[in-house]
């Protein structure tokens, strides 16, 4: 089964590799990986996914939680989750298949970026399912060029939220 990790991590050199060591030298896949900063430039998130049973999850886990740089872990898919992925995805498309591009572009409740003589670029926020679905039905409209997937992100329903247990305090240096 498919698990979306959220990992809050201190924003520090070597933290990301860390996390990915961990995968490796186990022997686990990373089916997506995305990190940015969060309010607190202290701390960065990393939204992951992976495959596994509910005991390898857990062994993810716990896993995780024991690196040094970790200063929380959620196993997100044990909640009410929203996910979402951004594609964008640029097609050649004959001017006769054009209106048909646009009308799935439509369905999905993407945006046309650009279009030039004979290639659009298209921009759609979604659930995998659906982007996965997006593509196939771009690529009967035309060729497909490039795909550009930012992976899963997600973020837990209700009051239920990814917070540091303790954020740690930021060393800066005297000023001189």
Known sequence: MRHIIGILLQNEAGALIRVASLFSTRGYNIESLNVAPTDDPAVS???????????????????????????????????????????????????????????????????????AADCHIVELTSGEGQIDSFIREAGACGQILEVLRSGVVGISRGEQALHPAVVPAVIREPAA
């Open 45 to 115: 998130r990393v939204t992951l996914t992976t495959k596994g049973s509910d005991a390898v999850i857990q062994q993810i886990v716990s896993q995780l939680c024991k690196l040094i740089d970790a200063v929380n872990v959620e196993d997100m898919t044990r909640h009410k989750h929203v996910e979402r992925e951004l594609l964008l995805i640029k097609v050649r498309v004959a001017p006769q298949r054009e209106d048909s591009l646009h009308g799935a572009v439509a369905r999905a409740g993407g945006k046309v970026l650009s279009m």
